[in-house]
């Protein structure tokens, strides 16, 4: 299982949705699903995006579950 840790990263720096949307041209659906954990896909552009907004790395905001 894929563990998305959006919600937590965006917490720590008191993001919204609605500005990580607003500032990254990113749908508010599509973050939406990521920090729900709902979302069944992401397109490498999207990932590349919020890694560069979020000043992280793709492990960072991705994680491997049993």
């Known amino acids: 299982m894929v563990k998305c840790h959006?919600?937590?990263i965006m917490g720590e720096k008191k993001l919204k949705i609605s500005d990580v949307a607003r500032d990254t041209g990113i749908s508010r659906g599509t973050i939406t699903r990521l920090y729900q954990e709902t979302a069944q896909?992401?397109?490498i552009g999207v990932l590349n995006k919020l890694c560069r907004y979020?000043?992280?790395?793709?492990?960072?905001?991705?994680?491997i579950t049993d």
């Not at 979020?54 to 994680?63: K, P, R």
């Open 41 to 43: 896909r992401i397109e």
């Open 54 to 63: 979020l000043d992280c790395q793709v492990g960072d905001l991705f994680e």
């Open 6 to 8: 959006l919600s937590k």
